[in-house]
């Protein structure tokens, strides 16, 4: 049995489906009856509403029912939330504006839902949508990040003077600025931290259906947490309370954070189904998706390193703005704040570090988690800053990083995190061999008589995954808690249905999580099945996002197979008659211990249920066990990864010669699924690093609002990977596992900027690095050293 | 509304449409093919590639009139018998799919390069020839395995039938 279970590549069950065109996304899905829903959407970044005329619309073949703002108002329908509350430096709580599903007297951004239109089919009711004529009075926009908190700028919330949500930090500021005074040398760096589309390749979707009979509400979804939208859509938008609410996310494709958030569309959809007496179906296109779906990133940064005579580390200062958009979104404030500024560690041994964060209001798409979620944005402040820290003190890049590693564990930072284990050296070592960082020279010399640049970046990387424990999340301000559900049916016959809370789209849980199950419970996993993405089937669940189902998902199941394995055991002694501290089980068989007295895992669940063999005063009948599992401590991934790249001086055109990914993920459960989640990771943090951003002009109009424009990964933008894994288990849950998700995403994009200024001897360059930006960072270079 | 007939996975089927029906639309709607996915509105993303007459096209920007008359083949019909064709395998033993949504129109583009550039194909052709297909999970790394030992697998499979 071992060969399926935890460390083997076993193949994905989940792929017969996909591969075969029988998977079931929402858009896949069609109920009896069903109407669709048109958004009419802003087409200003900021304007007053004077009026909506509806009366053409209203008229036009198939419309059921025209709502805006002020119909959700009538029915108490409350605004979207954001759930994660953050306080500024003076106490004060976040100032934050109210969210309307459908907008009440203002837009913000352009797409802003300003009413929803749903009709007998599609194309009626886009028709139709286009007769709604709303009346505008166009206000200045907000665009420009670093002067949106400047006097006279226009009022994005009236709530939030100077557009300023919060004024966060975080650390000893006068620790950080004495180190800084002591220091020998200090490296000073201007970022921007490009804003991105996150662009999941299943737009989303939802469908809202009541049930007048049975007088309750069914949202199919496209959801990474069914469980969270339903909680918010009940406790907090009061759509029906969660009895009376079942939410459905079926396979979905790709999430990368922008489907976490509870957002407009599936809160007017399932509330207009009972107003128009429909099943209302809404689609979106990828225009829709563009404007619509929470965008990520988004951060200028002024960061410092403080270093002594010796190059150690001494302190990092790092000042943030950070663009959360024109409302706040379902975990927006967090992102910036608590997923951010933990991490300025880094793998470093780093006495002091303070970082300050203001979080701002523009008229734009809201921001909030993508791949990473302030990870990527915390990795490339101190990746950047290593690099250059290296190179103004003239030592190599590898060296001056091993030299500041951090060597012992657990190893508290100054910035919450304590690290519990890793070894940082390995995998640079791993690392330097497998990028034959020996045969550099050669090839840059080889590339130089050819005409190009070659260059060299590391990223050494460090993420916290799996937040938690819940206790401490609530002290940082989080709304909920970050445990995981699980709960194990075994049937009679001894095949397992495992209901889980967290959610796959595009992870493999079916498999990984039926391994799981293999190993612990000794049965081939094809006699497992994993149910997820349904409120009515999980009773509760916290779903996927920051790398959380691995190490907390699977812990739950594993501690819910403990208490099935307890159970069996109890009913095994009583069958084979001997005392139950005798009962042993180990590779699906309860066994008494001194005895030739055995019971497979089938035969002990079958008697459960039989219940023939046992008292069942002393023992209930059944084998069914559930757990709620709240980890320890966060899980700290990490590793390097080296980028090598080629320039072409006459087109500024950057091709990645090789890359070499060595990461510690603790325990694997699939090593091809894990090493599957770093090539995706990495493909998106090159796609942030030389190909995507997405740009406003001064008007707040999404330049870049189609895959026309905003420039995608394809296939022939990225290199074949060279990945390994150097392992170190986790001691902060049962598996030892760490996240894999979004380590290429978070690794990625420093080791190519690094590569690419590497390459052309100087640091001005901004993501993304795109061939235009690279020519012209190519006319910057000294004379002499572009010749060479 | 429009008459269109089309034979699709080798059955025939007549449908009145409206003659802004996207060939896409009409699979998905009509036929309840749900395989064929739309992930764009500006045939950038390939995830509705389908076989038009024996080659690939997205369908999204193809009216459902437009190929009347035409023999049209989804990732549902792609595999003649029970069993899966080659290119289906190969992306199951490569890993290369995660979420699945562009799985479909990948596949249906990888079969299409086979036809077109034979079963010997090295990585920078796969990389070259997938430019019209869009994958937000994979890293087109498994991808590109396994378009490589399907069309090997493909060759196989003809030289069998010969």
């Not at chain 1, 071992?2 to 994905?12: C, F, L, N, P």
């Amino acid at each position: 049995m071992t060969d399926q279970g935890i460390g083997a590549s076993v193949k994905r069950k989940e792929d017969l489906r996909f591969i075969t065109g029988n998977g079931r996304y929402v858009d896949d899905i069609n109920r009896p009856g069903q109407s669709y829903a048109v958004f009419v959407r802003s087409p200003h970044a900021h304007a007053r509403i004077k009026g909506i005329d509806m009366s053409a619309a209203k008229a036009a073949p198939g419309v059921l029912g025209i709502f805006t703002g002020d119909d959700l108002a009538r029915d108490k329908v409350g605004g979207l939330i954001c759930g994660w509350m953050i306080h500024s430096k003076d106490g004060t709580p976040m100032k934050a504006g109210p969210h309307p599903a459908l907008a009440q007297g203002k837009v913000r951004y352009v797409g802003d839902h300003v009413a929803v239109v749903i009709a007998e089919t599609l194309n009626q009711a886009r028709d139709a949508a286009e007769l709604v004529s709303v009346d505008y009075e166009p206000l200045a926009a907000v665009v420009d990040l670093g002067a949106a908190q400047a006097a006279g700028q226009p009022q994005v919330h009236d709530e939030a003077p100077a557009n300023t949500v919060y004024q966060w930090h975080l650390g000893d500021k006068d620790a950080t600025d004495a180190a800084f005074a002591k220091a020998a040398h200090v490296t000073k760096i201007d970022l921007v931290n490009n804003r991105l589309v996150p662009n999941a390749m299943e737009p989303r979707a939802a469908i809202g259906e009541y049930d007048f009979g049975a007088d309750s509400f069914t949202l199919y979804t496209t959801s990474q947490n069914p469980h969270v939208a339903r909680l918010v859509l009940s406790a907090f938008i009061g759509i029906a309370p969660e009895n009376k609410l079942r939410v459905i996310a079926p396979d979905v494709g790709g999430g990368f954070g922008s489907k976490i958030f509870i957002y407009a569309e599936e809160t007017v959809c399932v509330w207009a189904s009972r107003k128009v007496r429909r099943p209302v179906k809404w689609t979106a296109d990828r225009s829709e998706a563009f404007l619509a779906d929470a965008h990520g990133r988004d951060h200028l940064t002024t960061a410092e390193l403080a270093l002594d005579a010796d190059g150690n580390a001494l302190a990092l200062r790092a000042k943030t703005k950070a663009n959360l958009g024109a409302y706040l979104s379902t975990f927006a404030s967090s992102v910036p704040t608590y997923l951010y500024a933990p991490l300025l560690s880094g793998q470093y041994n780093i006495p002091a570090i303070y970082c300050e964060v203001d979080g701002v209001y523009t008229t734009t798409t809201p921001v909030d988690a993508y791949r990473g979620a302030g990870r990527p944005e915390a990795t490339f402040v101190v990746e950047r800053l290593m690099e250059v820290a290296a190179r103004e003190t003239g030592r190599d890049p590898a060296e001056f990083r091993r030299k500041n590693f951090i060597r012992a564990f657990p190893h508290q930072t100054p910035v919450i995190m304590a690290y519990d284990a890793g070894d940082y050296e390995a995998c640079l070592d791993k690392a330097l061999e497998m990028a034959d960082m020996k045969g550099f020279a050669q090839r840059k010399a080889a590339s130089a008589k050819a005409g190009k640049l070659r260059g060299v970046g590391y990223s050494a990387y460090i993420e916290a995954c799996g937040i938690a424990p819940s206790r401490a999340v609530g002290s940082l301000g989080a709304g909920v808690g970050l445990w995981e559900s699980a709960e194990m049916r075994v049937n009679p016959i001894g095949t397992v249905e495992v209901l889980t809370g967290s959610h796959s789209h595009g992870q493999g849980h079916e498999t990984t999580f039926a391994q799981v199950v293999s190993s612990k419970l000794g049965i081939p996993i094809d006699q497992v099945t994993i149910v997820h993405g349904d409120t009515d089937k999980v009773q509760m669940g916290m779903g996927t996002y920051g790398s959380r189902s691995g190490a907390v998902g699977a812990s739950a199941i594993v501690k819910a197979a403990d208490k099935v394995i307890a159970k069996g055991k109890r009913v095994a002694a009583a069958c084979m008659e001997v005392p139950e501290d005798s009962v042993d089980f180990a590779e699906g068989s309860f066994s008494a211990r001194g005895t030739n007295k055995k019971m497979t895992f089938g035969e002990v669940a079958l008697q459960a249920y039989v219940a023939h063999k046992f008292d069942s005063e002393e023992i209930e009948p059944g084998l069914k066990e559930g757990s709620f599992y709240d980890p320890k401590n966060f899980t700290f991934p990490s590793g390097v990864h080296v980028a090598e790249i080629e320039i072409d001086m006459e087109t500024g055109v950057t091709r990645i010669d090789r890359w070499t990914a060595v990461d510690d993920f603790g325990i694997l459960i699939n090593p091809m699924i894990v090493e599957g989640q770093v090539h995706g990771g990495i493909a998106q943090g090159v796609g942030q690093a030389m190909l995507e951003g997405a740009v406003y002009n001064s008007d707040g109009q999404l330049v870049t609002g189609s895959f026309m424009d905003y420039c995608m990964p394809r296939a022939d933008d990225v290199p074949s990977f060279n990945v390994a894994m150097s392992s170190t288990p986790c001691p902060s849950n049962p598996l030892g596992v760490k996240g894999c998700g979004e380590a290429g995403a978070i690794a990625a994009p420093a080791a190519l900027i690094n590569a690419i200024t590497d390459a052309l001897g100087h640091e001005d360059i901004a993501m993304p690095a795109t061939p235009q930006a690279v020519w012209r960072a190519i006319q910057k270079m000294p004379r002499k050293q572009a010749a060479e | 509304m429009t008459t269109v007939t089309l034979k699709v996975n080798g059955q025939s089927v007549t449908a009145d449409v409206d003659p802004r029906t996207l060939l896409v639309d009409f699979l998905r709607q009509n036929l309840q093919l749900t395989g064929t996915h739309v992930g764009c509105d500006t045939s950038q993303c390939g995830a509705c590639t389908v076989h038009v007459d024996g080659r690939a096209i997205k369908s999204c920007t193809a009216l459902a009139v437009s190929c009347n008359g035409c023999e049209v083949t989804t990732i549902e019909g792609l595999s003649a018998g029970d069993g899966l064709h080659p290119m289906q395998e190969a992306f199951r033993e490569h890993h290369a799919l995660q979420c699945g949504f562009c799985t479909p129109g990948m596949i249906m583009a990888a079969v299409d390069i086979v036809n077109r550039k034979g079963t010997a194909l090295d990585e920078h052709t796969i990389r070259e020839q997938l430019e019209g297909n869009l994958c937000r999970c994979t890293g087109y790394h498994n991808i590109v395995r396994a378009v490589q030992t399907g069309a090997a697998a493909m060759a196989e499979t003809r030289q069998a039938a010969e």
